[in-house]
């Protein structure tokens, strides 16, 4: 599976981005999809995924409440709404399959750039 990141850019805080991971080579609705934010020379923070079990949503504290995750099966998509937006959110946001929430990412794809002014 390919995946395709997409749908960042530049907005002010209090501000919304709608990202969107478009797959290729697969359906998406095999895998769980997690999403990722790395801001040079920190660690790579996960921030949420989506089940490919049950279809639960789980969420890192940090977005809780301000970012959803689901799943545009019509589109072989999972996008990850981002309301309130904060300085602090920005980063490379990055998209990647695994067998399910928890176990091990496999497939990653190419950031796309998230930057939030204050």
């Known amino acids: 599976v390919q995946l395709q990141a997409s749908g960042g850019g530049l907005v002010q805080a209090g501000g919304s981005l709608r990202l969107s991971c478009a797959a290729s080579?697969?359906?998406?609705?095999?895998?769980?999809i997690g999403w990722f934010r790395q801001v040079p020379g920190k660690e790579r923070e996960g921030i949420s995924c989506i089940s490919s079990s049950d279809g639960s949503t789980h969420y890192a504290d940090s977005v809780k409440g301000r970012f959803t995750i689901s799943r545009e099966n019509a589109k072989n998509t999972v996008s990850m709404q981002m309301n309130s937006l904060k300085p602090e959110d920005t980063a490379v946001y990055y998209c990647a399959t695994s067998p399910d929430c928890g176990y091990d990412y496999d497939h990653w794809g190419q950031g796309t750039l998230v930057t939030v002014s204050s």
């Open positions: 080579g697969s359906t998406l609705d095999y895998y769980g």
